[in-house]
C-alpha cells in the first residue's frame, strides 16, 4: 500500500465542519501543539492529519534550522530530499508567515509540496502567497520549543549539532 493511499484512508473521517484538528509533535526539545486551519488550506490540513496518523512522522528530524527563519522538518530521508511519494497541488492564502505560522515546504515547482514542513521563527512576507500556510503554534509553551529548537547550534548544511527528533506525532481531534 502506497503513502498515498494510507493516507486517505486515515483521513476518511476527517470532518473540519464538526470537528477542529491539532497536531501534536513531542520532539526531543519538548512539545508542540500546532492548530491546523482548513478554512485556509483543507488537503494541507488532511495530509498532515493522514500522514501523522499513519505514523509517518513519527522518529523524523527537524533536519533543516536557520535562526531567525524557521525550522525544518518532515524528511524522511532527514537531509530535505524526501517525501512520501506524492505531492498535493498549492493552496495559496492569505495568511502571513510570520512566528509560529506552520507551513509547507516545497521545490520550485508550487505543486511539489508533501509531507515536509516549517514553522516561522520570524516574519517572512516574502513567502506569503508563495507557499501554503495552513496553521500555527496552539500556544507560548509550544512557540518556545521552536524558538529554543530555532536557537540550536547548526552545521553547514543548517543541520543542529544536536539532533532534534519527533518522536511522536499525534493528531487532537475535538468537537466544535
Known sequence: MSFREKVDGATADVDFDANKYQIELDTTQGKILLDLDPSVAPEHCRNMIGLARSGYYDNLSFHRVIEGFMIQGGCNRGDGTGGPGYMIRAEFNDTRHEPGVLSMARSSNPNSAGAQFFICLAAHSHLDGQYTAFG???????????????ALDTDYNDRPREPVIINTAKVIETSK
Do not use: D, F, W
Open 136 to 150: 500555527r503554534t496552539a500556544n507560548a509553551e509550544s512557540l518556545a520549543v521552536v524558538n529554543k529548537i530555532g
